[in-house]
């Protein structure tokens, strides 16, 4: 899986394993989450936004549960 370096004030990096439908998340702060059950359009629609961070905190934050891995 890709890591993908975002614009965002909050996020740095963000990949999609679509075989696990985890999204993965560094935060600015260094700190790695793990989003499950995210849909693949979930993804691309958070890729293709103008603004990542205000996609990630109104449709993928308390949308799904998930994981601090680091």
């Known amino acids: 899986?890709?890591?993908v370096n975002v614009d965002s004030a909050n996020?740095?990096?963000i990949g999609y394993d679509?075989?696990?439908k985890k999204l993965?998340?560094?935060f600015n702060n260094g700190a790695l989450y793990h989003y499950e059950d995210v849909?693949?359009?979930t993804y691309d629609e958070?890729?293709?936004s103008d603004s990542i961070g205000s996609f990630f905190h109104e449709e993928v934050r308390y949308?799904?549960?998930y994981?601090?891995?680091e």
């Open 11 to 13: 996020l740095s990096e």
């Open 18 to 20: 679509p075989d696990t």
């Open 24 to 26: 993965h998340v560094v």
């Open 1 to 3: 899986m890709e890591m």
């Open 46 to 48: 958070l890729v293709e």
């Open 67 to 69: 994981v601090r891995v």
């Open 63 to 65: 949308s799904f549960n």
């Open 39 to 41: 849909p693949q359009e």
